[in-house]
């Protein structure tokens, strides 16, 4: 069990909008920061969004994060195939004293 | 560039031990904490702990605390991270982390390119 929520799928036409939500508490997303990222089919994850809304340089500006009280979101505009991953939320936990996630998303592009 | 280049996959009875190396390059290694996150089979992500490789401090998960031993060694930039009394539960792909910091805030930028463990008799 996953301390941060998110739906286990998610999809899309290409060019759509897509959004996948991260839903935590009072001791992750409700007092830090909210971090994304993305696992391609058999790699390891990538940094895709940093301190709730920051890109990392070369992900494209399609990714956009948001977050309100305790809940985060992903939002993909103009969706790729190459966007056809797993997404994976995260926050650090005051309570745990570590960083902890969320199950995961898998989004397919159809 | 920055590296994080693991080991190879291990095999290992119930019971035993494995460790696992992650070993850094293209950056001063004992500037950034680097983490262990592991993924089992069809699963999310789950955080094992962190050791800063300047001094060698350690923090566990409370979940792996007396399970798990991380280490570090400056002159080869490698993290070692050890698993005991292995269970068929702990077969995942074993992540070592970069942890870097933005205004307060941490993540992790770099990721190693995984190791699999399959613990089975």
């Known amino acids: 069990q996953s301390v941060l929520t998110q739906p286990p799928s998610a999809s899309g036409t290409p060019g759509q909008r897509v959004t996948i939500s991260c839903s935590g508490s009072s001791s992750n997303i409700g007092r830090n920061a909210v971090n994304w990222y993305q696992q391609l089919p058999g790699t390891a994850p990538r940094l895709l969004i940093y301190s709730d809304i920051q890109r990392p340089s070369g992900v494209p500006d399609r990714f956009s994060g948001s977050k309100s009280g305790t809940s985060a979101s992903l939002a993909i505009s103009g969706l790729q195939s190459e966007d056809e991953a797993d997404y994976h939320c995260?926050?650090?936990?005051?309570?745990?004293?570590?960083?902890?996630f969320g199950g995961g998303t898998k989004l397919t592009v159809l | 560039q920055v590296q994080l280049v693991q080991s190879g996959a291990e095999v290992k009875n119930p019971g035993a031990s494995v460790r696992v190396s992650c070993k850094a390059s293209?950056?001063?290694?004992?500037?950034?904490?680097l983490h262990w996150v592991r993924q089992a089979p069809g699963q999310g992500l789950e955080w094992m702990g962190v050791?800063?490789?300047?001094?060698?401090?350690?923090t566990y998960a409370q979940k792996f605390q007396g399970r798990v031993t991380m280490t570090t060694d400056t002159s080869t930039s490698t993290v070692y991270m050890e698993v005991s009394s292995l269970r068929s539960d702990d077969t995942a792909v074993y992540y070592c982390?970069?942890?870097?910091?933005?205004?307060?805030?941490?993540?992790?930028?770099?990721w190693g390119q995984g190791t699999l463990v399959t613990v089975s008799s």
């Open positions: 050791i800063n490789p300047s001094g060698g401090g350690t």
């Open positions: 995260a926050a650090w936990d005051d309570s745990l004293h570590g960083p902890v």
């Open positions: 982390a970069r942890r870097s910091q933005s205004s307060g805030t941490y993540y992790f930028d770099y």
């Open positions: 293209g950056y001063t290694f004992t500037a950034y904490f």
